[in-house]
Nanobody, 121 residues
Framework: QVQLVESGGGLVQPGGSLRLSCAAS????????MGWYRQAPGKERELVGT???????NYVDSVKGRFTISRDNAKNTVYLQMNSLKPEDTAVYYC???????????????WGQGTQVVVSS
């Protein structure tokens, strides 16, 4: 069984920073793409950004230049560094990973349980 567990959420003032972590555990051979999504109250879940196993990233326009995704493959962990936070960044943030269990095996998507980020003065 695979678990993805996020941490690092909380309350921060506008202009502040937070770093989210997401650690995957279980009988994992490797993880291909990993990503972060968020869901604000009353809104649909949206993609924040993704990172390939080799470190290539892409981001939604609203966070470009402020958020950075990185990963540690040895630890099966992905990070989301959020700077210059705005009230509109308030949301539950979810991580996701495309998990592979055997060499040449298929990948399966897993999600974390989410961590709340509130940007408010």
């Amino acid at each position: 069984q695979v678990q993805l567990v996020e941490s690092g959420g909380g309350l921060v003032q506008p202009g502040g920073s937070l770093r989210l972590s997401c650690a995957a555990s279980g009988s994992i051979f490797s993880i291909n793409a990993m990503g972060w999504y968020r869901q604000a109250p009353g809104k649909e879940r949206e993609l924040v950004g993704t990172i390939t196993r080799y470190g290539h990233t892409n981001y939604v326009d609203s966070v470009k230049g402020r958020f950075t995704i990185s990963r540690d493959n040895a630890k099966n962990t992905v990070y989301l560094q959020m700077n210059s936070l705005k009230p509109e960044d308030t949301a539950v943030y979810y991580c996701t990973g495309a998990v592979v269990f055997t060499p040449l095996g298929s990948e399966y998507d897993y999600w974390g349980q989410g961590t709340q980020v509130v940007v408010s003065s």
